[in-house]
């Protein structure tokens, strides 16, 4: 990532970004959290991509190199936590479950400057530290590979995630054994190769339904073998339906 900014203080605001809107690459000296109240959100370091919609929220931890970009018209939510405040204990970036009362509490904790200390203020960001104590972490990422044989793959992947053929033909075509790419995605990647290939179909699954695709488009652009299993998966992995992506609060 070049050209990294650094801003000392990991900002508290609102901001709207247009669909396809990027912010560049940079860093904090605090911590922070970013939540999309509507769209989706992409947060890329040099390890991988994090990805949210609105039941997510990312932690990015201070120090971290790090860029945003929109898909769908994106309402961001920025949160800055000193660097001494770590109610997770977390050193790397982390996507967090949202629930309803979480998500109004970040909402009310970024209407206002980051340095309006008002007893109001200071409660509503005590309980908001609780409650992302009580945030189960959510396995909503992309890793990035280093192996070339395996960044191959996951490349070929990116640009037709549904692409249909077996790791062992993925496998032939990188100039990789079989088991070779399975150890690979395991010990790069923390992941199997259905996993990973589940979660980059996810994340374009997301992309798209943020530009308003219709969900049976993405179904099949995204090579799941019928809606109806795309809508479970789907379901399964984010707690709501594809259908009322765009129509969440």
Same mark, same amino acid.
């Given at each position: 990532m070049p050209d990294i900014r650094h801003s000392p203080e990991a900002p508290t605001r609102t901001q709207a970004m247009a669909p396809g809107e990027h912010i560049d690459a940079h860093r904090h000296d605090d911590h922070q959290v970013v939540y999309a109240g509507s769209g989706v959100l992409a947060v890329t370091t040099d390890t991988g991509t994090w990805f949210a919609p609105g039941t997510r929220a990312i932690r990015v931890p201070a120090g971290c190199v790090h860029?945003?970009?929109a898909h769908g018209h994106l309402a961001l939510h920025l949160l800055g936590l000193p660097a001494d405040t770590n109610p997770l204990g977390l050193d790397a970036p982390t996507v967090l479950s949202?629930?309803? =009362?979480? @998500?109004?509490l970040i909402l009310a904790c970024t209407r206002?400057?980051?340095?309006d200390d008002t007893p109001e203020r200071l409660r509503l960001r005590a309980v908001l530290l609780d409650r992302l104590r009580a945030s189960p972490q959510q396995p909503v990422q992309l890793p990035a590979p280093t192996d070339s044989r395996l960044r191959a793959v996951c490349d070929a992947l990116h640009h037709d995630p549904a692409d249909p053929r077996t790791?062992?033909?993925l496998a032939t075509a990188a100039?990789?054994?079989?088991r070779t =790419?399975? @150890?690979l995605f395991r010990r790069e990647l923390g992941m199997t190769f259905p996993q990973w290939r589940t979660q980059l179909r996810l994340y374009h699954a997301l992309r798209m339904l943020a530009d308003d695709v219709p969900v049976t488009t993405v179904a099949h652009r995204c090579g799941w073998s019928s809606t109806s299993a795309f809508i479970d998966v789907f379901r399964r992995a984010l707690g709501y339906t594809p259908?009322?992506?765009?129509?969440?609060p």
């Open positions: 860029a945003h970009r949202v629930d309803p =009362l979480l @998500r109004e206002s400057p980051h340095d790791l062992a033909a100039g990789a054994g079989e =790419l399975s @150890r259908g009322t992506h765009n129509r969440r």
